[in-house]
């Protein structure tokens, strides 16, 4: 499919957006502060800011390399660039890793975005006005043990989700980014303001800033670099659908460093957020999922104007879910496509549906099934329930290997004239350089990081 034929982003502008909204979402908003103030704090950070440099950022240029030159899904682009290399076809399977990571994830975002969903109309509803701790432990449990209110507010979220997706890139995903994108940057810039001004800004700085040396050791680094590699959104395929849409005349380096360096910004950011909120209250910045849907919302309520707030919180949480499961949902549905040639509302339709299915499973982790563990028989699995083996294998296993066999391919199969093509370099060396990153130092990296998680 050439670049005459393949309805193109109708700019750069929103390209970037669409994704740097598939790459913020509640990892970011969370994970990482939490992640950064517990592994070393600024030593941490250091170690993640090269991470996303040196190895997120190369991925996602490889991702959106092979989707350019290939101009289709996953698994057709990058059989395409393959032959085009005089490579085998057979190198497409790589990108069945990063479309089983997307499927997986969804299976489980589409769940933990209907609790986000359940505390926005809670919010519009009660407002949340001088409730405790107490109240939102009670609300967050009666919302997590009830598979009927569970299914229900996932399914309304993934109803919201399709829409945009079954009306495709252009007419869909390219209005819908548009239309959130600048209202999540306000919101963020607003909550933000508030937190600072009425929070505990001293103890958040010292919190996820101070550089504790001792803390660093082989699981900092483990951490820091999985939080790059899963922050960014690589090795899950979408930088690829996004990259068969992608003009000729845009960068792909540089595109790849303002996505990875928002997506970072915005992390910090939420750091910046939700912290001097729950600092100012005395709440444990250690309580992960509970920080956001019971800690922070306890918190906000003592706040000047904490209803309004609260409800500005959850709305752009949910924006940044939102726009994160858009992009997940692609690749299995561009797979979907592109394996039996049908097309995109069918195929958009059947993967919901899977998605549906395989989400009831993740639901009923949450309460019925929290003590079942189907593969308890597989070292490492033995007390993983539905959601937790999902997210074990999108996780730890699919994103991490779909990540090194795409480096592998771009350093070892993609030819040097695709690389300075696509990559707009002109000199030789500078290609070779290249080709040495993704060849040795990426591959080496991720491996002796998995070793090093593997042998601790």
Same mark, same amino acid.
């Given at each position: 499919? !050439?670049?005459s034929?393949?309805?193109?982003?109708?700019?750069?502008?929103?390209?970037?957006?669409?994704a740097?909204g598939?790459?913020?979402?509640?990892?970011?908003?969370?994970?990482?502060?939490?992640?950064?103030?517990?592994?070393?704090?600024? $030593?941490?950070? /250091?170690i993640?800011?090269?991470? +996303?440099?040196?190895?997120?950022?190369?991925?996602l240029?490889?991702?959106?390399?092979?989707?350019?030159?290939?101009?289709?899904?996953?698994?057709?682009?990058v059989? *395409? +660039?393959?032959?085009?290399?005089?490579?085998?076809?057979?190198?497409?399977?790589? !990108?069945?890793?990063?479309?089983?990571?997307?499927f997986?994830?969804?299976?489980?975002?589409?769940?933990?975005?209907?609790?986000?969903?359940?505390?926005?109309?809670?919010?519009?509803?009660?407002?949340?006005?001088?409730?405790? =701790?107490?109240?939102?432990?009670?609300?967050?449990? *009666?919302?997590?043990?009830?598979?009927?209110?569970?299914?229900?507010?996932?399914?309304?979220?993934?109803?919201?989700?399709?829409?945009?997706?079954?009306?495709?890139?252009?007419?869909?995903?390219e209005? %819908?980014?548009?239309?959130?994108?600048?209202?999540?940057?306000?919101?963020?810039?607003?909550?933000?303001?508030?937190?600072?001004?009425?929070?505990?800004?001293?103890?958040?700085?010292?919190?996820?800033?101070?550089?504790?040396?001792?803390?660093?050791?082989?699981?900092?680094?483990?951490?820091?670099?999985?939080?790059?590699?899963?922050s960014?959104?690589?090795?899950?395929?979408?930088?690829?659908?996004?990259?068969?849409?992608?003009?000729?005349?845009?960068?792909?380096?540089?595109? $790849?460093?303002?996505?990875?360096?928002?997506?970072?910004?915005?992390a910090?950011? =939420?750091?910046?957020?939700?912290?001097?909120i729950?600092?100012?209250?005395g709440?444990?910045?250690?309580?992960?999922?509970?920080?956001?849907?019971?800690?922070?919302?306890?918190?906000?309520?003592?706040?000047?104007?904490?209803?309004?707030?609260?409800?500005?919180?959850?709305?752009?949480?949910?924006?940044?879910?939102?726009?994160?499961?858009i992009?997940?949902?692609?690749?299995p549905?561009?797979?979907?496509?592109? *394996?039996?040639? /049908?097309?995109?509302v069918?195929?958009?339709?059947?993967?919901?549906?899977?998605?549906?299915?395989?989400?009831?499973?993740?639901?009923?982790?949450?309460?019925?099934?929290?003590?079942?563990?189907?593969?308890?028989?597989?070292?490492?699995?033995?007390?993983?329930?539905?959601?937790g083996i999902?997210?074990?294998?999108?996780?730890?296993?699919?994103?991490p290997?779909?990540?090194?066999?795409? =480096?592998?391919?771009?350093g070892?199969?993609?030819s040097p004239?695709?690389l300075?093509?696509?990559?707009?370099?002109?000199?030789?060396? =500078?290609?070779?350089?290249?080709? %040495?990153?993704?060849?040795?130092?990426?591959? %080496?990296?991720? /491996?002796?990081?998995?070793?090093?998680?593997?042998?601790?």
């Open positions: 499919m !050439s670049e034929t393949t309805r193109l982003w109708s700019s750069k502008y929103v390209f970037l957006m669409a740097i598939s790459a913020v979402g509640l990892a970011n908003m969370w994970k990482f502060p939490y992640t950064a103030g517990t592994h070393g704090g600024g $030593a941490f950070i /250091i993640y800011l090269l991470a +996303v440099l040196f190895i997120a950022t190369p991925i240029i490889a991702e959106l390399l092979i989707g350019r030159r290939g101009r289709s899904g996953p698994a057709s682009s059989e *395409r +660039v393959a032959l085009e290399s005089g490579a085998s076809g057979y190198w497409k399977s790589i !990108s069945y890793f990063g479309v089983l990571a997307a997986l994830t969804l299976s489980f975002y589409f769940v933990i975005a209907g609790w986000t969903l359940f505390y926005c109309v809670e919010s519009l509803k009660a407002g949340f006005i001088g409730a405790d =701790a107490a109240y939102f432990q009670m609300l967050f449990g *009666r919302l997590i043990g009830s598979p009927l209110d569970l299914t229900l507010y996932t399914t309304i979220f993934m109803l919201i989700t399709g829409i945009p997706v079954a009306l495709g890139i252009h007419d869909g995903i209005r %819908c980014v548009k239309l959130v994108m600048p209202v999540f940057f306000i919101l963020l810039l607003i909550t933000c303001a508030t937190a600072v001004s009425q929070g505990d800004l001293a103890s958040t700085i010292d919190f996820m800033f101070k550089t504790e040396i001792s803390k660093i050791k082989g699981e900092t680094i483990i951490y820091a670099v999985g939080q790059a590699f899963f960014v959104g690589v090795g899950a395929c979408v930088l690829i659908v996004f990259g068969a849409h992608l003009p000729k005349d845009v960068s792909i380096g540089k595109s $790849a460093l303002i996505v990875a360096g928002i997506d970072t910004l915005v910090l950011i =939420a750091g910046l957020t939700v912290f001097p729950v600092f100012s209250q709440f444990d910045p250690a309580e992960g999922p509970g920080l956001m849907f019971v800690a922070l919302p306890a918190a906000l309520s003592s706040f000047e104007f904490g209803s309004m707030l609260s409800t500005l919180f959850f709305v752009m949480l949910l924006i940044a879910t939102l726009t994160s499961a992009a997940i949902a692609l690749p549905i561009e797979w979907l496509k592109t *394996r039996h040639a /049908i097309g995109h069918p195929a958009t339709a059947a993967i919901f549906v899977l998605e549906w299915v395989f989400g009831l499973t993740v639901v009923l982790s949450f309460n019925k099934w929290s003590d079942f563990y189907p593969l308890a028989f597989i070292p490492g699995f033995e007390q993983l329930t539905f959601f999902y997210e074990m294998v999108a996780a730890n296993i699919a994103m290997i779909g990540g090194i066999l795409l =480096a592998v391919f771009v070892w199969k993609v004239q695709i300075s093509e696509e990559l707009h370099i002109k000199s030789s060396g =500078a290609v070779i350089v290249c080709q %040495c990153g993704f060849r040795y130092f990426i591959p %080496c990296v991720l /491996i002796a990081m998995a070793l090093i998680g593997f042998y601790q």
